[in-house]
């Protein structure tokens, strides 16, 4: 059992919809990448942060597990009884935590008391969505070296359209480091390539245009020389970002089964 927690009320605006434009493109909305996340956090005994009522009131608690079959998520009850009460009153429960430095969350609706490995324990609906939340100069998810991510990236030469073709170094919500053959590209920083085509194994091909922000030489392990390009999206598209986060969550999931 957890002791609740007062701490100051979270608005419920910041967690039941993007209301910031910059914060949309970072609502999952797929089943299959929330109870993801939901796992995650139940693997590395993050706490989270439950609040209920008029949200001065909230009760700091780890997740127990995620049933499939049910659809529902259960965490821990409180060792206060006024509390329990309270989460058990609420319409509406708002879940935050901290995970992997990204603030992830969630809001559910009424909870009930089930039995989890002998005790006592709160079930709710698994929620229809979740807001991940990370910096996007701080979050980079490398590439596989094993299985490439290409970027194909149209270039006009000679009154004619060339596709160069390149790999993926890393990827993030806010643009793509590219390894590129030397002479492929002529990149200067503040060139733009509309309708790069990204073509991402796990989620589909991601269509955006990149702006160049630096090029350097890069040697190979194999002494080759090649360009790391640094770029940035340009006005990327919702449908573009999703697919990205998707792909980045798959990438995540396979280091840390790594590590």
């Known amino acids: 059992m957890n002791e609740a927690i007062i701490e100051p009320a979270v608005p419920d605006t910041s967690l039941t919809a993007p209301q910031a434009e910059d914060e949309s493109p970072f609502w999952l909305h797929s089943r299959m990448d929330i109870v ?3 796992r995650d956090i139940i693997r590395t005994r993050t706490l989270s942060n439950v609040n209920f009522g008029s ?3 909230a009760l700091l608690t780890p997740l127990l597990a995620v049933d499939t079959e049910a659809e529902e998520l259960l965490f821990d009850c409180s060792g206060s009884e006024t509390i329990n009460r309270g989460v058990l009153q609420a319409r509406k429960l708002l879940f ?3 995970h992997d430095k990204i603030k992830v969350r969630f809001t559910t609706k009424l909870a009930r008391v089930v039995q989890w490995q002998n005790r006592d324990a709160f079930a709710v609906r698994l929620p229809e969505s979740m807001l991940r939340l990370q910096r996007r100069e701080l979050y980079r998810v490398p590439a596989p070296i094993s299985r490439p991510i290409r970027c194909v990236i ?3 030469k000679d009154d004619r359209t060339h596709h160069v073709e390149t790999r993926l170094h890393d990827i993030s919500q806010g643009g793509v480091a590219l390894i590129v053959q030397p002479g ?11 309708n790069c085509r990204i073509v991402l ?3 589909g091909n991601a269509v955006v245009m990149l702006e160049i922000v630096h090029a350097r030489e890069m040697t190979l392990l194999n002494d080759k020389t090649v360009l790391r390009i640094g770029c940035k999206f340009v006005r990327p598209s919702m449908a573009a970002l999703a697919l990205i986060q998707r792909q980045m969550m798959k990438l995540e999931r396979e280091l840390k089964a790594k590590q």
Do not use: I, T
């Open 36 to 38: 993801a996340v939901l």
């Open 55 to 57: 949200g001065s009131e």
């Open 184 to 194: 492929d590209l002529q990149p200067e920083p503040g060139m733009s390539f509309p």
């Open 201 to 203: 194994p796990d989620a």
């Open 154 to 156: 149209p270039v006009q």
């Open 96 to 98: 935050y935590c901290l």
